[in-house]
């Protein structure tokens, strides 16, 4: 133990003070340090450490700290380097060098104090469970979500089995090219056997088809039960732009159900909602708090929840989620386990999914499945020890989007399965939807042309992709004519939104030269020496916006993206509105005055991590030019899988940062899918 640090708590605040200073831990978590000491004066100096990492741990995306992996490696817990360091500034102790000499005994014993930490017990502010340490608040979310989804697994919903199996096969007719076994058919009976289910898969894997037909299959049997009434479902997502994309896919998949050998299909049809919210509007959020109109004391009035894109879904979220929730009703979760998790702390989905590649199916399971799909699942997925939650989980694994010889496609597995070599040899194939674009050889010019017209090297093919000259375009040249109503400019609003939707940059970084703040000045310069816009700073026709925070006021969520437009007017532009998709699953646009948006920023770039839940026809990924602890593989991945036509990878630096990235995996602390003191 470095004595320097602990010999009493001045010492330990004035350290992490400095850690703070220099953005290796946040101010807040500093201050959280620093309100223990005032509260409990004898308190031991490494609990107070323990306190700030824990604290930090969930600006990081962890639910808690562990103890062991820290001392296993000391550096992980702070956010080191962090972006934009400065590695000039003064040295300042590192943390393995603060623990040095400390053993997990020693760090057990001094969180051994009953005023501050206890098991779950009281009101402490710190829980300790095992080697995990938590703050209260995100020990109660973890405990709030286990015990949700226990209790739906335990009390299985009741089944006419016969019933089921007939209307499976109406739905899931043998057809030539399917692939055997038919995992959307399976998705669709397990979760049907559940009150708790998971539908995880790549981009293109049929997960919108599946829980549509999922929803036919259990309207079928409600509106059969003579007297039953058809089942209340709600879908949810946890981004106005995932719920507008999940509307638009789930609308079009009710309108094809083939559902002419069901008795009832045109009833069934008609009782599949296809109106998607977000999960703050489905929740009631109350402005100013962190709390909804909707919990366990006012729930809410459904049957059946489907949460779209639910690696979004922090802890804190789910949590609420499963609180609001009738005990009786089923909860359904979509979405790709290998994405990046949310941006909060916790990785429910990922967590939940841990083991959904190997399927681990209990010879029960296998047999029930045999029983009511005629699928035999295969020996290498049966595990008689499987858990209660593998029953509940399917992995779909065929992709329908991207072909055998896809690049998109061939480059998102070999990144997923961690394999630089397959990395090597997809990119230097010479696919037609994939473009390498190297900053150091090619030059800034190569990425302005591609920023604006979407091909770095040439004069882009009109069937080809597109950049952000094609909704400027848009803007400009489809505006409608002075003393258009107002069904007229909507529509021009929406035309806009989908241009836009065409191409997006994205960047893993938000500070230094290829982050999002350089890039989008950069951009905007761009686009204003082409001609396309007519100011770089401010407000004019054309600017896109992103909002960065929560506006109750507004009804717009972090992460919505809207269009800045000049009305039309007699004399020319008239006064600018911000055009937004209304976020309420239907078409409708919602019009902003640009005073009224106070937390928004340009985004000509955005995060990958804000991209979630988004697709553009092409899509271009900007890497640093070097390696930052941001840079993983789920990272790469997402990027990639945004894309539904092109792909443009733009290297700042050697092609090493990109093949090392792809080698380093997302951590999530947690203590989710674990017992007791493990």
């Not at 909060?344 to 009511?372: K, P, S």
Request: with cysteine.
């Amino acid at each position: 133990m470095n004595p320097a640090f602990f010999v009493d708590n001045t010492a330990m605040l004035a350290l992490l003070e400095r850690w703070s200073q220099h953005g290796w831990l946040r101010a807040l978590d500093a201050a959280f340090a620093a309100f223990l000491v005032r509260e409990v004066s004898d308190a031991p100096p490494l609990l107070i450490l323990a306190a700030a990492l824990a604290s930090h741990q969930l600006g990081r995306g962890h639910a808690c700290l562990d103890l062991a992996h820290t001392l296993q490696d000391p550096g992980f817990a702070l956010s080191l380097p962090p972006e934009g360091a400065d590695s000039t500034a003064e040295p300042l102790p590192l943390p393995a060098a603060v623990l040095d000499g400390v053993s997990l005994a020693d760090w057990q014993l001094a969180l051994a104090h009953p005023q501050l930490v206890s098991t779950g017990d009281g009101e402490t502010p710190l829980v300790r469970v095992g080697n995990r340490l938590y703050l209260r608040r995100y020990w109660q979310y973890e405990q709030s979500v286990r015990a949700g989804i226990d209790a739906r697994l335990a009390a299985p919903p009741a089944l006419p089995e016969t019933a089921l199996c007939s209307v499976l096969g109406m739905l899931f007719p043998p057809a030539t090219g399917t692939p055997t076994p038919d995992w959307q058919k399976l998705a669709c009976a397990l979760a049907a056997r559940s009150a708790f289910a998971i539908v995880t898969g790549g981009p293109g894997t049929g997960k919108t088809t599946t829980v549509v037909r999922l929803l036919a299959v259990l309207q079928a049997l409600a509106i059969a039960n003579t007297e039953a009434r058809p089942l209340r479902i709600r879908l949810a997502a946890p981004t106005g732009k995932a719920a507008a994309r999940l509307n638009e896919s789930i609308a079009g998949a009710v309108a094809r159900l083939e559902l002419g050998g069901l008795p009832d299909g045109e009833a069934v049809r008609a009782a599949i909602p296809v109106e998607v919210t977000t999960l703050h509007r489905l929740l009631g959020s109350r402005p100013d708090t962190r709390h909804f109109r909707h919990h366990a004391g006012n729930p809410l009035p459904v049957d059946v929840l489907v949460v779209d894109e639910a690696s979004m879904v922090d802890l804190e979220m789910m949590a609420a989620v499963l609180a609001a929730l009738p005990p009786g009703a089923r909860l359904v979760l979509l979405g790709d386990k290998d994405q990046l998790a949310s941006v909060e702390a916790g990785a429910v989905l990922g967590e939940l999914c841990r083991r959904a590649q190997e399927g681990h199916y209990t010879t029960n399971t296998v047999a029930w499945l045999a029983e009511v799909t005629g699928a035999q699942v295969g020996a290498e997925l049966i595990d008689p020890a499987g858990l209660p939650i593998d029953q509940a989980v399917t992995m779909l694994r065929h992709s329908y989007r991207f072909s055998g010889d896809s690049g998109i496609g061939q480059l998102a597995t070999a990144v997923n399965a961690g394999s630089v070599e397959g990395v090597r040899r997809t990119l230097a194939h010479g696919h037609a939807d994939l473009t390498r674009l190297a900053l150091t050889r090619e030059g800034e010019d190569a990425l302005r042309r591609l920023v604006i017209d979407g091909a770095p090297h040439a004069t882009p093919h009109k069937d080809g992709p597109v950049g952000y000259r094609h909704y400027l375009e848009a803007v400009r040249k489809q505006r409608p004519p002075a003393g258009t109503g107002q069904a007229g400019i909507d529509d021009w609003a929406r035309q806009v939104l989908a241009a836009h939707g065409q191409f997006q940059l994205l960047c893993a970084l938000r500070r230094g030269q290829w982050g999002v703040e350089g890039l989008n000045r950069r951009i905007a310069g761009w686009l204003r020496e082409a001609g396309l816009i007519g100011a770089a700073e401010g407000w004019y026709p054309g600017r896109p916006v992103l909002v960065t925070r929560n506006d109750y006021g507004l009804g717009l969520m972090n992460g919505d993206i809207g269009i800045t437009l000049a009305l039309p007017a007699p004399d020319g532009d008239g006064p600018l509105r911000v055009a937004f998709p209304a976020g309420d699953g239907s078409s409708g646009i919602k019009w902003v005055q640009p005073s009224r948006l106070q937390a928004i920023e340009t985004v000509y770039a955005l995060t990958v991590h804000k991209s979630q839940g988004s697709e553009f026809a092409h899509t271009a990924m900007v890497l640093p030019e070097r390696l930052n602890p941001i840079l993983t593989r789920e990272l790469v991945y997402t990027g990639i899988t945004r894309a539904k036509r092109w792909f443009s990878l733009v290297e700042g630096g050697s092609p090493a940062v990109l093949e090392q990235s792809v080698q380093r995996r997302v951590l999530r602390l947690s203590g989710l899918m674990q017992r007791g003191d493990n």
